[in-house]
DNA sequence: GATGAATGAGATTTCATTCAT
DNA sequence: AATGAATGAAATCTCATTCAT
């Protein structure tokens, strides 16, 4: 028997995380109730146990699926042979250009980052995106792009850091975060950052 | 009979607050009891209910008091009057070097930072902060110090963004947080920043 | 296989329904935790709130129920096209001879009646019931079978009230409530009551 | 040393209890805490302690107070040798012109009579009066002034029960409680039951 | 897969009462 | 007498999780 598309396409699994997405973007983690993820998706609250172990693994698997992606394309852009600037530009075109696709999953990442759960989690598929970031700094300082007297890992933090304060910025509503916003984010941070970590 | 000294410094409801913050630092807040609170005050867990209205009022004081004692400071550096540059190194020095001085709170601050729906009160507070940087580049701008394409306000933004995630990193054992590292941090990050900016 | 009745008799609500009400008939609503009612019912506490949004809530639908119950009676009486002294005696009948039917019932009306600030919303169930007395009287009134000089309202809650104090007097022991003694004490009351309201 | 007037007059355990009379008249009983009161007398929550051993005894001294009044004043009429009908009106003067003496007092004896702690205390004092008014429909009942089929105490729970469901209404505010509805709400209650009770 | 009734651990909060001053 | 900080028992209510159907 040939699988039914439709059942291929069905995906109650992806639509319970996108559904968790909105709730915890919408009332934060804790204050969202498993209740409200199924009725956001609708279905019965039972069902997200068929799925995941718990309301902390729904929100682990989003983060540890959005840290896949990012890194993933961390490490395209570490080996895509380009200059430091080069690399840094499509690194903050990425992360923040991530605000006008997926808005919400930002919001949820931003506000939960620190949290208990996901901080341990985080911890391992972060990592890996931050040291793309610190080889990356590293390599152009040993290739001359970069002063002699800045420590790569501060810098990869410091710079990750600025680019995340921008989406909490947007997030919260603090910073206008329209498409020729996030545009300009991009080129300011990046020339500001490159500019002051020049040789 | 002498009146006994003890008895006009003691603040219990100082005690209280010292004790919810190295719990929080230990436990995170949502998983810290108001009981965690009172038993590491050596109190009864209703007495926390006299000096405060509930455990997220606890919390809401932690930041808010905090976020004073900084906009205070930053508010003479503001006014004090000296090129960017220097002032920049002063909140560097002052923001960083609290680590140093009260890492418990600082760990509280950076976990639960703003992100909290319980601490939305805090964008209040922060706000000052913010806009004194942003003030300060912005005069720095016009004096000629700083180069004209770049936004004050994400600048302002940005260089918060890339303290905090140093806090950060310190917090969760992620990066080297001893005396020294602090005071190269202070200078590696207000250099990069400060070169990256100039005209 | 056939379908099982049991399930379909089957009925959470009404057995913690019935529950509360024994409870609250023993101990007061008051003395009562929902913790005894769920054991009274034999279910977890928990589920009461699957049927009840609070403890307040279960005492507010055993007064609704039991009043829309009276006042469906009352209706029917007020339209049954009968002399008053008759309508009086069915409703004395109906009112007092509840003791003998639901004496757990009577109990917590009895004892938790209106003064509670919690059945407030009582009054408007209530006051249906008072108006159908009240409209009993007046109509007899216009027909000539009761005095000119006597305020139907005023009249409605004197008698109303003369059946409330013997039914407290029965839920208190203070008066004797068997099979014989309700009889004895609709008649009197009824007689008394008419014979002091007739022309 | 002579007695002080000044302290003669003054009367801490009375405003206490006049207090403790409008709190519970304004929230009731049960949601009235003790620094309520206090704070309505003008004192320390912990004064109270000094004249009454608890919360509940506070209420108990409200109601046996009220009710030794009330019970002197119905001995009174009881041995006035007056007819019944004279006694009665007598009573129900007292007992319905108290609402315009003391409402709030009223307000709190007739929406706590049925409350646990008081009940009890209540059957004590209260039954003396009922048995007071018992004894005058007897011995009217032998002076041959009221009909021989009926029931002394039923009669006296009846009595009593109009007159307070009266009172219930003017509390609630269901029923015009003006000066002058309190002299016809004796003459209606008076006239009618006399008149249903007479021989 | 899907449902939602049922469970029960657990936490905050209230507030009467005590008592040192 | 008077104060009010301190205590701690007690109770409601929440909600993640389970599981029979």
Redesign the interface.
Known sequence: MLPRLASATFDRRGELLDAAVRVFAR??F??SRVGDIAEEAGVAHGLLYHYFRSKDEVLETIFREAWERLAGETDRIESAGVPLREQLRRFARIYLGSWLVTPELIAVL???????PA?DSR?DEV?GV?LSLQRMVAAAQARGEVRA???P???A??????????L??WV?G??PGEDEDVE??VV??V????????A
Chains 1, 2, 3, 4 share one sequence.
């Open positions: 009332k934060g804790h204050a931003v506000r939960e980052i620190a949290r208990s901080v911890i990592r931050f007297d800045c420590n890992q501060l810098a933090w410091a710079l990750y850091g600025a680019l995340e304060e921008i909490t910025g919260l603090q910073l300009r984010a300011t941070v020339d500001v950052a490159f500019a002051g970590l020049a």
